[in-house]
């Protein structure tokens, strides 16, 4: 087990995704701090031994909170070893369409403001601790390119792409690492909203296989590169994608 006895934060932890990653980092011999905005949403864990997994409820836009959620995490496992920004919210919907403060603020809060809450409680408390770290974040392939009625979540996960860089660069002459996942078109309640709109099986072909990913295939990911198995790979992105942006939408099948 590549994680065995590392501590890992996990926001976004109720969501497809977050629930994969951590399945995985379990199976992998991780602790884990689960983290979401509702405590209700997770209960989910709660058959996980206590001793395995403890959840706590956070607002990543606060970052008093973010900072109280990595000291728990430190303090109940004895230090931390992995945060994984994870929680993340879309929106489709047409840029003249938007209302400035309804459409825009909430998306870049949570996506933008979580994540930067998330690489800065972490980087301090590895410093404090004196050890070396890694911190994840999620981005998105929408971080790389343009797409319509998702002006703010594009612009947002761009700036998690950028904090990435920036953080791994001032963190690691601490021995921290910071990198980045890029998923494309994965089956999860977030994307469901596409089905609504009558464009499932439009955005089931932008993939190179036509197929979406499974949450469990980005965890598959997260748990390499969180691992010192990918102790190289710092300061970038990595697309788990099918290819989505390296292509255009097929004019034939």
């Given at each position: 087990m590549r994680l065995n006895n590392k501590t890992a934060v996990v926001t976004g932890a109720a969501g497809g995704i977050g629930q994969a990653i951590i399945q995985k980092l379990l199976t992998e011999g991780a602790r884990v701090v689960a983290a979401d905005l509702s405590a209700d949403a997770l209960k989910v864990f709660q058959d996980i031994p206590a001793d395995k997994l403890v959840t706590f409820a956070v607002d990543v836009t606060d970052f008093k909170q973010v900072e109280a959620m990595v000291k728990h995490a430190a303090d109940t496992f004895g230090q931390l070893d992995i945060m994984i920004n994870n929680a993340g919210i879309g929106l489709a919907k047409p840029l003249l369409d938007h209302d400035p403060v309804g459409d825009f603020d909430p998306v870049t809060n949570v996506n933008q403001k979580g994540v930067y809450h998330g690489i800065v409680a972490a980087g301090r408390q590895f410093r404090d601790q004196g050890t070396k770290g890694v911190i994840m974040n999620t981005s998105s392939v929408y971080a790389q390119m343009a797409a319509e009625m998702t002006f703010t979540y594009n612009v947002s996960k761009a700036a998690v792409d950028m904090m990435t860089k920036c953080a791994a660069l001032e963190?690691?002459?601490?021995?921290?690492?910071?990198?980045?996942?890029?998923?494309?078109?994965?089956?999860?309640?977030?994307?469901?909203?596409?089905?609504?709109?009558?464009?499932?099986?439009?955005?089931?072909?932008?993939?190179?296989?036509?197929?979406?990913?499974?949450?469990?295939?980005?965890?598959?990911?997260v748990a390499f590169l969180v691992s010192d198995e990918a102790n190289c790979i710092n300061g970038c992105t990595v697309n788990a994608s099918d290819g989505f942006e390296n292509f255009k939408y097929p004019l034939l099948g």
């Open positions: 963190f690691a002459p601490i021995g921290v690492r910071v990198c980045a996942i890029a998923p494309g078109r994965v089956d999860t309640p977030m994307l469901r909203q596409y089905e609504a709109l009558g464009l499932w099986e439009h955005i089931r072909k932008e993939q190179m296989r036509n197929t979406f990913t499974q949450p469990s295939e980005i965890a598959d990911v």
